[in-house]
């Protein structure tokens, strides 16, 4: 038997970046843009809110062009998902 998760491309909402200084976690929402997002004209924030240090260069701009990706799929979600690799089920009762 074969097991094999599958996710919706709308069950996708939510993005959160952790602070590795000081593990203050940002939950993004995906499909609404916060009012940071849009007093600042961008969705992903360039520094903790908790400890002021700056993320990795390299997350708002790949954050940021993924909410736009996102955006534009949603308008066709129920017909994209992802798809894990089918993991075997091995009984516990063997």
Request: proline share 6%; glycine share 4%.
């Amino acid at each position: 038997m074969h097991k094999e998760l599958a996710i919706s491309i709308s069950d996708l909402r939510y993005v959160c970046i952790e602070c590795p200084v000081c593990r203050t976690k940002v939950i993004l929402d995906m499909r609404e843009k916060s009012e940071f997002a849009q007093k600042h004209s961008i969705f992903t924030p360039k520094r903790c809110p908790g400890c002021e240090a700056p993320y990795d260069t390299a997350i708002q701009p790949n954050i940021d062009g993924f909410q736009r990706a996102y955006q534009a799929l949603l308008q066709i979600a129920d017909r994209i998902s992802f798809r894990g690799e089918p993991v075997a089920i091995v009984s516990l009762d063997s």
